[in-house]
């Protein structure tokens, strides 16, 4: 098996019996659709495997950076992934800022979004198009609005690569023309 086949089964392993919300379908699904529409950026499948790691499971930044280093990526590889996975797991949460408002932290992490790297933004890109086929699917009542949100993000995420930047925008453009019949 190859370093990336390992990532993926180690991965599976830690979203063992987490299931994508309002569905029975297993977590590892959502982030290999993500990993494989941000594999157009050098480690973006990689990053995409584990975006969702520190937010969702107990595995911590040197657990993720020894277990890639066991699969075979070098250092800077594995430093990489990890700091790219630090960058899109949220800041400001209400554990974080419990006396800002909701609105305000939303902004907050938004603006924060805008300054991260490239791969951790083309990982966001792929992230956000998986989610707008979900929300239409299972949450069309708070489809709107979170469609306008992720349309001012991608307005302010525009680092990251940018083919896969255009198919977000038109992703949530589409969605949006949708709701509103």
């Not at 040197?62 to 280093?69: D, K």
């Not at 255009?166 to 453009?173: K, L």
């Amino acid at each position: 098996m190859n370093r990336a086949g390992k990532l993926l089964h180690w991965i599976g392993q830690r979203h063992e019996d987490q299931l994508i919300r309002r569905t029975a379908e297993p977590y590892i699904n959502h982030l290999v659709a993500v990993a494989e529409l941000a594999s157009v950026s050098p480690l973006g499948y990689e990053t995409g495997l584990c975006h969702d790691l520190f937010e969702e499971t107990e595995t911590t930044k040197n657990e993720l950076h020894s277990a890639l280093t066991g699969f075979g990526y070098k250092d800077q590889e594995a430093n990489l992934i990890v700091d790219c996975c630090i960058e899109l797991t949220d800041v400001f949460t209400k554990k974080n800022y419990p006396d800002l408002k909701k609105k305000k932290r939303k902004k907050k992490e938004a603006e924060r979004l805008a300054t991260i790297s490239p791969v951790s933004q083309t990982v966001k890109y792929g992230d956000v198009i998986y989610n707008v086929g979900w929300v239409l699917k299972y949450d069309l009542k708070h489809a709107r609005k979170y469609l306008r949100k992720k349309q001012l993000l991608l307005a302010s995420m525009k680092n990251g690569q940018q083919d896969l930047h255009q198919q977000a925008v038109q992703t949530v453009g589409d969605a949006l023309c949708y709701v509103k019949r």
